[in-house]
């Protein structure tokens, strides 16, 4: 079956609104944070003007995070306190107040902290980031659309074909969908970037991420500690306290892929005695409340952000090392650029799969992402490595910045995102 842009039936048994006729569409193959997050930001400015589909095999179903915790960076955060998310987090994002970063092997009995980070650079009592809980962000999110009139429909696409003016979209259900803009937000293994033909460029690190939920007796105080270890970093990120022991936090453990499967073998008692024999900060009696789940690690850059009538967003553009906890909010930062440029070419009664609004879009995000990609390759490379001369270099660079309270303030504001050039809705502004 060949459905109009905005079938009727279809829209019903999504559960969203009619869209008004001769509205505009906008498909997003994608239900993950990124996604979701566009689906929103382009249905609450756009209202009945234009109709925004979500298809995702799996529905947007919030459960599949469980376990997982982002950190949330201030540009993030204020993009979704603009869309009416951040308020219905209820609980799930904790402050980090306090970041601190050492260098030394497992067995070295003192790890200094080389670098810390306190108040300097940021507005007083203005966090680093916030640690999200991914379950409830993604609730959060599923609510607001489904307030906003997303559609959300469990399919995956299959087929992406452009043609004069539209795009064809061939689903799992056999169903075909038109619409003016396709979005890939399908993750890093996006099948529509693939069979788009767009180019890859990029490696796989020789590391997973072991992420886990890890309970405390003793509060964390809201500090964040990185810990470099010669497999690569050790984070500790604090987490809304609650769980067995009354405190939490997340571990995001970086270990050299072809040893992750033996540690991770031996039961829980096993890990988390290996978590015990890692962990920096003095917070008591630990305990394993969820997790270990094991991440493979890669960078890539897609070669194009677009293509006739299709858009990358999130993973499907881009993916880095979690070293700086960057990943998703270069997501979030794609999703506020292309719903600007999107929303822009509307109130102009533009249309909004044009070329032209596409080449914005990808201008808009490509020096970030690659300045980012570009960073934490560097950082992962120099830290993650046990060689002589690179510990002095790298301790050195940390205690030279750490005496540099001007240094350090200008690498905040950086990673804090307070340029000018970012997108309205990081700056918490409406579009
Ligand atoms: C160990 C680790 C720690 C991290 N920590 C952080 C952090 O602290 N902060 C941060 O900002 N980032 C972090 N990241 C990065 C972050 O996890 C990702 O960048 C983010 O989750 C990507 O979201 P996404 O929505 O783009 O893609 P995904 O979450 O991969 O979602 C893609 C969606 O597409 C769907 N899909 C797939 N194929 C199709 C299809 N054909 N049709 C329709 N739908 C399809 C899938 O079902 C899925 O729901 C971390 C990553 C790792 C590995």
């Known amino acids: 079956m060949t459905a109009s ?49 979500v298809l995702d095999p799996h529905g947007a179903a919030p459960q599949r995070h469980r376990g997982r915790a982002y950190a949330v960076a201030a540009g993030g955060r204020r993009m979704l306190m603009r869309l009416g998310v951040w308020d219905r987090l209820d609980g799930a994002a904790e402050p980090i107040t306090r970041m601190e970063i050492t260098d030394s092997r497992i067995a070295d009995p003192v790890r200094p902290s080389f670098l810390s980070f306190g108040e300097e650079g940021r507005e007083p009592g203005d966090p680093f980031a916030h640690m999200v809980e991914a379950e409830p962000f993604a609730a959060a999110l599923n609510d607001r659309c489904a307030g906003a009139g ?50 890859w460029v990029g490696w796989s690190y020789p590391q997973v991420g072991i992420v886990a939920t890890v309970g405390h007796s003793r509060p964390h105080g809201g500090r964040a500690f990185e810990h470099f270890l010669p497999s690569g970093p050790f984070a500790i990120l ?54 270990p789940s094991s991440h493979p690690l890669a960078v890539g850059i897609a070669r194009a952000f677009q293509a006739e009538r299709l858009a990358l967003l999130g993973d499907a553009a881009h993916i880095i090392h979690p070293i700086a906890g960057q990943g998703l909010n270069l997501g979030l930062a794609d999703a506020a650029a292309l719903a600007e440029g999107i929303t822009g070419a509307l109130r102009l009664g533009l249309d909004p799969g044009a070329p032209d609004v596409l080449r914005a879009y990808e201008r808009a ?67």
Request: proline letters at 5%.
């Open 238 to 291: 604090p987490l809304r306290d609650g769980g067995a022991l009354g405190h939490r936090s997340s571990i995001v453990w970086t270990e050299r892929a072809d040893e992750a499967g033996a540690l991770l073998s031996g039961g829980p008692d096993e890990v988390l005695r290996e978590i015990e024999r890692r962990f920096t900060l003095d917070l008591g009696t630990l305990a394993l409340e969820a997790g």
């Open 5 to 53: 842009a905005t079938p009727r039936a279809r829209d019903d048994r999504a559960g969203g609104a009619a869209p008004r006729p001769g509205s505009r569409t906008v498909l997003i193959a994608g239900g993950g944070l990124a996604g979701l997050t566009l689906a929103l930001a382009l249905k609450q400015a756009n209202g009945p003007a234009l109709a925004v589909t």
């Open 365 to 431: 995000r490509r020096f970030e992402t690659v300045a980012m990609a570009a960073a934490t390759d560097g950082l992962n490379r120099l830290f993650s490595n046990d060689a002589l001369p690179l510990r002095l270099a790298r301790d050195l660079g940390l205690g030279l910045v750490d005496r540099l309270p001007g240094l350090k303030g200008f690498f905040i504001r950086e990673a804090a995102q307070r340029k000018a050039s970012v997108p309205r809705l990081m700056r918490g502004e409406a579009l």
């Open 150 to 199: 997303v559609s959300v429909l469990e399919a995956a696409v299959t087929r992406a074909t452009p043609e004069p003016g539209r795009i064809a979209v061939l689903l799992s259900t056999g169903e075909t969908l038109s619409a003016d803009l396709l979005v890939a937000a399908d993750g890093a293994r996006s099948r529509l970037r693939e069979a788009a033909r767009i180019g």
